[in-house]
């Protein structure tokens, strides 16, 4: 989170734009960043640790919508590298004062 809060603060250098507005734009992307980075790995936790231990049909269904959750989740991890990865090609490939 850091590395985009500084990355916010250099796109609004670069623009001489206000951080703060920048910052109050990026609020909602952030709440979902800090609620998701808080609440999956307890989530997991409690699937891993309680259902996740059910045998029988409940189990079975539990297992199966965990590894749903991580094929998704891997999937979204591919997608983000992809994203950043053509970034980078893009931002190498501009001009200097394009950038």
Same mark, same amino acid.
């Given at each position: 989170?850091?590395?985009?809060?500084? *990355?916010?603060?250099?796109?609004?250098?670069?623009?001489?734009? +206000?951080? #703060?507005?920048?910052?109050?734009?990026? #609020? %909602?992307? @952030?709440?979902? @960043?800090? #609620?998701?980075?808080?609440?999956?790995?307890?989530?997991?936790?409690?699937?891993?640790?309680?259902? *996740? =231990?059910?045998? *029988? %049909? +409940? *189990?079975?269904?539990? =297992? !199966?919508?965990?590894?749903?959750?991580?094929?998704?989740?891997?999937?979204?991890?591919?997608? =983000?590298?992809?994203?950043?990865?053509? !970034?980078?090609?893009?931002?190498?490939?501009? %001009? %200097?004062? !394009?950038?």
């Amino acid at each position: 989170m850091n590395v985009a809060l500084e *990355g916010i603060r250099q796109q609004c250098e670069a623009a001489n734009a +206000l951080v #703060f507005e920048a910052y109050l734009d990026a #609020f %909602p992307w @952030l709440l979902a @960043l800090n #609620f998701r980075n808080t609440f999956m790995p307890v989530w997991k936790r409690i699937m891993d640790h309680t259902f *996740g =231990r059910a045998s *029988g %049909p +409940l *189990g079975d269904v539990m =297992r !199966q919508a965990r590894d749903a959750m991580n094929t998704a989740k891997s999937k979204v991890d591919d997608a =983000r590298t992809v994203a950043l990865r053509m !970034q980078r090609i893009q931002a190498a490939t501009l %001009p %200097p004062d !394009q950038v």
